[in-house]
């Protein structure tokens, strides 16, 4: 198989997406592709397990990508092998009147992994900065103080919501959340292709909407948001990758390779010891437990 350097998905300086690969070849089968996420899988499993014993820290999965994707599929087969306490999905859609009550980053922060697990956000806070900027009229449902028609929405408007996912983001890395936040750039002629057999097979009809092919004629403008947010708020403690999608299978090993590699960076994250006054009567307690049998 061929090696994709994680380094080389991640962005570490200004990038224009129309420029990036939606696809690449690894040079092995679909056997060995899945091969290689079993391993990765389990390995990320073995590593949770840890995680959740030492208990300081946490890890946020962001997805985001276009519809079709393949969030969904990614997250299932990614996380498989985990515990299924050990990992918590949430999809974010449109939001609900009660959330609409509170500030728009309310919703995400309160479904923020405990210490010890992962949490995967299948869609995210930045639909705040994506679909609202495709769509400002969504952003009147917020209620916001002197925002009372999409003129009163200005560039200024959109730059302190950036900055407040920043200063979201870095608050809750510097609290134990290992952030990594994934774009599965996929390209239109891929969407266009898996819009069409939702539509052949019946079995996936019930995923098609006709929202999809409105939202698909926003294309451009999406890919020209996603490109600023992107840009905008890919940090060292919390940074983007550009995952090639038009492969799924592809994709789900790209991700798989990369939380796994980025976690394994925390070379604290160990299995506590017992006391020294616990270990030393470890022989007692086994001799009692043998007693018992």
């Not at 983001?169 to 134990?176: F, T, V």
Request: hydrophobic share 30%; with cysteine; glycine share 4%.
């Amino acid at each position: 198989m061929k090696n994709i350097p994680v380094e080389s998905l991640k962005v570490t300086e200004s990038i224009k997406l129309n420029e990036l690969p939606t696809f690449i070849d690894l040079e092995c089968s679909e056997k060995k592709k899945d091969k290689v996420l079993n391993k990765y899988r389990e390995a990320l499993s073995d590593h949770q397990d840890i995680m959740y014993a030492h208990d300081k820290y946490s890890v946020l999965i962001c997805l985001q990508g276009m519809d079709t994707a393949g969030k969904d599929s990614l997250i299932r087969e990614v996380f498989k092998e985990f515990n299924p306490r050990g990992v918590v999905i949430e999809s974010f859609k449109t939001p609900s009147s009660h959330e609409l009550e509170h500030d728009y980053l309310w919703r995400h922060y309160i479904a923020l992994p405990e210490r010890g697990k992962y949490t995967v956000f299948n869609r995210t806070h930045y639909e705040n900065v994506l679909v609202t900027r495709v769509h400002p009229e969504y952003i009147l449902n917020e209620n916001i103080p002197g925002i009372n028609s999409t003129d009163d929405i200005t560039p200024e408007f959109w730059e302190n919501r950036f900055d407040s996912i920043i200063n979201f983001e870095k608050h809750i890395q510097q609290n134990g959340i290992i952030i990594l936040k994934f774009f599965l750039h996929l390209s239109k002629k891929e969407q266009g292709a898996r819009l069409l057999r939702r539509l052949d097979k019946p079995k996936h009809n019930w995923k098609f909407s006709p929202g999809d092919l409105k939202e698909r004629s926003h294309w451009e403008d999406y890919q020209k948001y996603y490109e600023e947010a992107i840009n905008r708020t890919s940090k060292s403690g919390a940074p983007w990758y550009i995952i090639p999608a038009d492969n799924k299978e592809t994709a789900r090993v790209l991700v798989a390779k990369t939380i796994l590699e980025e976690v394994s960076k925390y070379t604290d994250i160990a299995y506590p010891e017992l006391s020294e006054s616990i270990k030393k009567d470890i022989p007692m307690y086994k001799e009692q437990l043998k007693q018992e049998n």
